[in-house]
């Protein structure tokens, strides 16, 4: 995909979270890695990227193609997208079966049947056999966040974006996630994905938005961006990140 | 977990049906002790003799109540929609009347909903008009708990409802609606029993309910408290099998989060 942004600008109350966020995807990326520090504003950027949030003023372009500033229109765009989030934000009162299979027949029209074989395969493939009709809570982190994907992935999305998926995490489970990103990667889906997971988006992203302050620092391709950043505050946040590892 | 790991859940259970009747016993003693204190001398013939009209009483409370009921859960719904709709005026005016209504005695409401408001629009059915005041009475709780439950849903569940393309009524319909039912339920019933028993002041309208017909029974065979006993049951007996119903639907919405 080509992704290009002008002077895009999203404030929550006073504090802007995207203040002028310039960047243009010279390649045709297919996953496109959101990096830097917390705060920066990696989050509010995929937000804006997924039709989630229209922001305040400045221009989006996705493969040429201006993203809507209206509510319908955003929603006819999220609805080609899938979203995963860090906290995974399953629907508590649903199983994992109909986290995935309530959006594809309420949303997309499938008949029931055929969104329970559809969400029962997804399921599958992420490997939760067995878990189709447990509710989020009785569910682990990392289960939950497959589920997520599952749900995410189900529709077929155009674009799947990652919102720091394995933040709230432990190393195990992160593992898990990252190895079904990865896998997914690999197969074609075009992904955009907000990460701290820096030696993962080293070996899976194509191109790299490095974001601090609310501002692109740096837009490259991402090996060009790991050997040899060219921004202070990237070398900063690469060398602090690599300190313990 | 009811019971220690040596107990069978059968031994559990009548433990508590063992306790629930001492229980029972000890107050009942209490009230027998308290009447026999005071020798109070026991008249049960004259409400015996109108036994008729007391169950007449007790359906007209179960009809006016199972009215009301519906009556407050559509307003208490709608008026907790237009408490936050996109509108300013609808929602001023929404909330304005909430706060008017649960601020001002039922009784002031009933005398002026019926006297003046029906009376102006030419409406002389003091069952319907008293079922409407009672029902709109208590959604003007409703609507509050309601929207209390509501708002306790998180901002990441909205956003995950939008992000996997529900539009707002969707989003309503499957999301939050559903997560804020279970919290609303216990508040719910509260309000339901109170309606139930906020209907004895109907009496003010002429409508011969169960509380006005057992003191007409009382004043005519001469006796102060005997049909109050039962009053108290026939209330019960709409009351509890209220709060059984929502004890089920409790336990059916109920999932850990």
């Not at chain 2, 319909?173 to 804020?180: D, K, S, T």
């Not at chain 2, 011969?208 to 065979?221: F, P, W, Y």
Request: aromatic share 8%; net charge neutral; charged share 20%.
């Amino acid at each position: 995909m080509k992704l290009e942004a002008q002077s895009v600008v999203q404030a929550f109350g006073t504090q802007r979270a995207l203040d002028g966020a310039t960047f243009r995807t010279e390649t045709d990326a297919r996953v496109v890695a959101l990096l830097g520090p917390s705060g920066g504003g990696k989050s509010t950027l995929l937000r804006v990227l997924g039709c989630l949030l229209v922001p305040q003023s400045g221009r989006v372009q996705m493969d040429g193609e201006e993203l809507p500033h209206d509510e319908t229109g955003a929603l006819a765009a999220r609805r080609t997208n899938g979203f995963v989030f860090q906290g995974y934000n399953l629907f508590p009162h649903l199983t994992a079966l109909e986290n995935v299979a309530l959006p594809l027949r309420v949303v997309h029209g499938v008949a029931p049947e055929q969104a329970e074989a559809r969400a029962r395969e997804m399921l599958n493939r992420l490997g939760l056999i067995g878990h189709e009709h447990k509710r989020p809570a009785e569910l682990s982190g990392g289960q939950q966040q497959r589920a997520a994907i599952a749900r995410a992935l189900a529709p077929k999305p155009r674009l799947l974006l990652l919102d720091e998926p394995t933040s709230a995490l432990d190393p195990v489970m992160t593992g898990e996630v990252l190895d079904v990103v990865r896998e997914l990667a690999e197969n074609g889906q075009q992904i955009v994905l907000a990460t701290h997971e820096v030696s993962f988006a080293k070996r899976v992203a194509d191109w790299v938005i490095f974001l601090a302050q609310g501002r692109v620092q740096e837009s490259c391709v991402a090996a060009e961006f790991f050997e040899s950043p060219k921004t202070e505050l990237a070398r900063q946040y690469l060398e602090g990140l690599a300190r313990y590892r | 977990m009811p019971g220690t790991a040596k107990d069978s859940p059968t031994s559990a259970s009548w433990r508590t049906a063992l306790w629930v009747a001492v229980l029972m016993v000890l107050v009942a003693g209490a009230i027998f002790a308290a009447f026999a204190s005071i020798q109070y001398r026991w008249n049960w013939s004259g409400f015996w003799l109108n036994r008729g009209l007391f169950l007449e009483g007790w359906l007209t409370t179960l009809g006016i109540g199972t009215g009301s009921l519906v009556v407050c859960l559509v307003a208490g719904f709608g008026l907790m929609l237009g408490s936050r709709a996109p509108s300013e005026p609808l929602r001023l005016a929404c909330k304005g009347w909430i706060t008017l209504v649960r601020s001002t005695p039922l009784l002031v409401q009933l005398l002026i909903g019926y006297y003046v408001v029906a009376n102006a629009l030419r409406i002389n059915e003091p069952i319907v008009v008293g079922m409407l005041l009672l029902g709109l009475f208590e959604a003007a709780y409703l609507a509050e708990i309601f929207r209390g439950a509501l708002e306790s849903i998180g901002r990441s569940q909205r956003e995950a409802a939008r992000a996997v393309g529900f539009n707002t009524v969707q989003m309503y319909r499957h999301v939050l609606i559903p997560q804020a039912v279970r919290r609303a339920l216990p508040g719910t019933t509260g309000e339901l029993v109170s309606l139930i028993k906020n209907s004895s002041l109907l009496s003010v309208l002429g409508i011969e309910e169960v509380t006005q017909i057992t003191r007409l029974i009382n004043s005519r065979s001469y006796t102060a408290l005997e049909g109050f006993i039962p009053l108290a049951l026939a209330y019960l007996a709409i009351t509890l099998p209220l709060t059984w119903l929502a004890q089920g639907l409790e336990r059916r919405f109920a999932y850990e989060t």
